[in-house]
């Protein structure tokens, strides 16, 4: 773009991307359910963003959007050296969170003695798109692009169950007695 003097004119638009990104996440992923599950009495969460970019983000999703409790997200704070530790989501590196899950360094339960272990807990590495997961029975990692796209799918195949069940009951009962026939003959002996 030129200006009246013709020198070139650049206009520079800054987005609140904390925003954008609940906001696309709210049309992807239904946010009562999510809020309803953490909101159960036998369900508790944490959240380690490893003081990676990954933490206003987890305070605007579980403490504004979800109404959790703050001390859910763990290492919420960016800091330029993630706090002299190495922001990699897994069993060596995320050891606050995997201690706090009740595992050690190779993924096995240790003694926690009467503390009450999370229910479910995440952990992203410093720009957030490497994650780890973990449980109660088991911990996996994976890109959250894989993880996205992984749940973005399950919530399109749901969608389209719901929205195609009743042709589906339909076709179903059509092909079922040929289905029916084809499974219960047997092969030729030639």
């Known amino acids: 773009m030129k200006s009246d003097d013709g020198s070139i004119e650049v206009i520079v638009e800054v987005i609140n991307s904390t925003k954008a990104h609940v906001a696309l996440l709210k049309s992807i992923f239904n946010f009562d359910a999510i809020k309803a599950l953490l909101d159960r009495e036998d369900f508790t969460m944490i959240y380690d963003s490893m003081h990676g970019v990954n933490g206003p983000y987890a305070k605007a999703i579980f403490v504004q959007e979800l109404g959790q409790d703050e001390a859910c997200c763990l290492n919420a704070t960016p800091l330029d050296d993630f706090n002299g530790a190495h922001a990699d989501p897994n069993l060596t590196y995320a050891k ?3 201690k706090l899950m009740g595992l050690d360094k190779k993924g096995s339960k240790i003694d926690v003695g009467t503390r009450k272990v999370p229910s479910f807990g995440a952990a992203a590495d410093g720009d957030a798109d490497r994650n780890m ?6 911990f996996w ?9 992984l749940c973005y ?6 969608s389209l ?8 009951q339909t076709l179903w009962l059509l092909l079922q007695p040929m289905l029916t026939l084809f499974l219960s003959s047997k092969p030729r002996a030639d």
């Open 141 to 149: 990692f994976c890109s959250f692009i894989l993880l996205l796209t």
């Open 153 to 158: 799918l399950v919530s399109l195949i749901r």
């Open 161 to 168: 169950v719901l929205n195609f069940l009743s042709p589906l």
């Open 96 to 98: 606050e969170l995997v």
């Open 133 to 138: 997961v973990s449980s109660l029975t088991f």
